[in-house]
């Protein structure tokens, strides 16, 4: 049984470029939430995508923004790309959101 | 005041030591508190779950939860150097009208088990 598959695992990115990154969740579940966690910090919650929708957006700007697909999967965009973005991005996902989420192995974007 | 609270370390113990976490929460409509450990350059992974005052034990791992303190800890027994990383806590908060919650979570606290 396949956990959360996040790709691609690294990236490196210029200033000022867009960005694309993929998240299958795990079997049987059916919420897909982002996070942002910069170096030395804990993750910060960026969005939830239920149903294709986007539930609830955190303390993110426009720039940040995403997609689920009708299998579940999804998609985190970031576009004008700054420095601060450089971080590791994580997607979890659990059933309905509730009662525990898994975590994928995350991304890493390098934004230089 | 921080949402979730914890001393960022680094706590050093030796091996076979209990080590004691800590963490406070500053919103009393939170119920589900984790705790996850996360290793240098790897995403965070469940280790432990609360929901009701009182405490929890898986293995080596007991977590203990006082909502009316606002308080999580974990203690882990018999510590090893494997379980030197970093130690994040997380609790639930519900998003709005939706039947669902996000995690808010602490900045971690970094342990170190010496042999």
């Known amino acids: 049984d396949a956990g959360v598959t996040q790709s691609p695992t690294h990236l490196i990115k210029t200033r000022g470029q867009q960005v694309t990154l993929r998240c299958s969740p795990k079997s049987g579940h059916d919420t897909v939430s982002w996070y942002q966690q910069a170096l030395g910090q804990g993750p910060q919650f960026i969005f939830q995508?239920?149903?294709?929708?986007?539930?609830q957006r955190g303390n993110f700007p426009d720039r940040f923004s995403g997609h689920q697909f009708p299998n579940y999967s999804s998609e985190l965009n970031v576009n004008a790309l700054l420095l601060g973005d450089s971080a590791l991005y994580l997607c979890?996902?659990?059933?309905?959101?509730?009662?525990?989420?898994?975590f994928g192995s995350g991304t890493r974007l390098t934004v230089v | 005041q921080k949402e979730v609270e914890q001393n960022s370390g680094p706590l050093s113990v030796p091996e076979g030591a209990i080590a004691s976490l800590n963490c406070t929460y500053s919103?009393?409509?939170?119920?589900?508190f984790f705790w996850y450990r996360q290793y240098s350059g790897k995403s965070p992974e469940l280790i432990m779950s609360?929901?009701?005052?009182g405490d929890k034990e898986d293995g080596r791992f007991t977590a203990q939860l006082n909502k009316a303190s606002q308080y999580v800890s974990l203690l882990i027994r018999d510590s090893q150097p494997s379980d030197s990383a970093t130690y994040l806590c997380?609790?639930?908060?519900?998003?709005?009208?939706?039947?669902?919650?996000?995690?808010?979570f602490g900045t971690g606290t970094r342990l170190q088990v010496f042999p």
């Open positions: 997380a609790v639930n908060m519900p998003l709005g009208s939706y039947n669902t919650d996000k995690l808010i």
């Open positions: 979890a996902s659990s059933f309905s959101g509730y009662y525990g989420y898994t």
């Open positions: 995508y239920y149903e294709e929708e986007e539930r």
């Open positions: 609360i929901y009701s005052n």
């Open positions: 919103d009393r409509v939170s119920q589900s």
